[in-house]
Structures are given as structure tokens and as C-alpha cells.
């Protein structure tokens, strides 16, 4: 993967952001598939999660089951994560709303690079500051019926398309130094 003379591999220990905002703000591209056959998509998602899970480092994230990339990423074992400086807003605003079903070159009309990602098949972006590969653990489709707060249901599902979860393991963090911890980063810079 073509990666920035100031990328850093990084410890999931060592991984630093603002979920709140990298996820309700900025989005993140999840990509699915298999880059070296070329059967693969992405889409931008903004509801997830960065944490622990069955002791490992996990993603959780949201698709809903009309989504292409959910059929896609259903057969296959892994998916990345990348987040983009505020430049590229635009392009993940369009592939958010463009269907890869209908428009399969979505993302090099976007201005997005699919590139190969070191750990998974799943295509990372040569544009990206961000890149989280994952391996799937887990997906669960949720239910109306286990909602505790049904307001939720009319807000955010009134054809009743409840989102379909998927956990990930971590198996790899890449990106901008900026993305490490304070202490992590003075470590490799030899501070104290």
C-alpha cells in the first residue's frame, strides 16, 4: 500500500482519536472484498465503534441490509477502515449516496484510489491518513423488538431496514502520526 513517508504502523495500544468525532464528524470508509480479484466496494459510515472485544482490539460497525458493500462483505472474511483529511469530504459524501451496485466505478469518480492493503484483501485508499484492516468475528442483525427506547425506531428506521452489525478484529493499524497517543509519539521521538 502506498503509504506517507509520515505513516506509522500502530499499536492498537498506541491508537489515538476522537471516536466522537471521527465517527458522527469526519466518517470513515468501510471497503470490502477482495482487491486483487477486483470484486470489491466501499461506503461511508458514521455510526460504529472502537474498542475491546473477546480480549482482542475490535471495530464495530453498522450497515444496513440494503447496502452492496454488507452483500459483499457477507462473502468475504475482512474489511478496512479509513479515515481521509477534511479535503476529501466530498468524495465520501458521494460515495455515501452512490450505490457501487449501480455505479461500479463510484470511487474513481470520487477521486479515491483503491490500493492493496498489507494484512487483508479488503482494498485500502492511497488517499487515506487512516487505515484499520479487520477481520470479521461477528454479525448480528438487529431486531425492532429489542429497541428499549422506541422513539428510536421512527428517528431512524421507518421502512423497518434495522442496520446489521458486524465486529471486527484489529489485525492492523497504518496511518499519519497523528493518530498516535501523546506518549507514543514522544517514545519514538526519544522524549520523556
Not at 89 to 102: F, M, N, P, Q, W
Not at 138 to 163: C, N, Q, T, V, W
Amino acid at each position: 500500500m502506498p503509504e506517507s513517508e509520515n505513516w506509522k504502523e500502530i499499536d492498537p495500544a498506541e491508537f489515538a482519536c476522537s471516536s466522537f468525532r471521527i465517527w458522527k464528524d469526519d466518517w470513515l470508509v468501510l471497503a470490502a472484498g477482495e482487491f486483487p480479484n477486483g470484486k470489491y466496494n466501499a461506503m461511508t459510515v458514521g455510526w460504529g465503534f472502537f474498542g475491546c472485544m473477546w480480549a482482542e482490539p475490535a471495530v464495530t460497525v453498522f450497515l444496513r441490509p440494503q447496502r452492496y458493500t454488507l452483500e459483499i462483505l457477507d462473502h468475504c472474511d475482512t474489511f478496512t477502515l479509513s479515515a481521509f483529511a477534511p479535503e476529501y469530504r466530498r468524495a465520501l459524501t458521494a460515495i455515501g449516496r452512490v450505490s457501487g451496485r449501480e455505479e461500479p466505478g463510484k470511487l474513481a469518480k470520487a477521486g479515491l484510489t483503491a490500493v492493496r492493503s498489507a494484512r487483508v484483501e479488503a482494498p485500502s485508499f492511497a488517499e487515506a491518513e487512516l487505515v484499520l484492516e479487520c477481520r470479521k468475528l461477528y454479525r448480528a442483525e438487529m431486531s425492532g423488538r429489542h429497541f428499549l427506547d422506541k422513539s428510536l425506531i421512527g428517528r431512524h428506521y421507518p421502512e423497518r431496514d434495522y442496520h446489521v452489525c458486524v465486529i471486527g478484529k484489529v489485525v492492523r493499524i497504518a496511518g499519519d502520526e497523528k493518530y498516535l497517543n501523546p506518549e507514543a509519539l514522544m517514545k519514538q521521538y526519544g522524549g520523556h
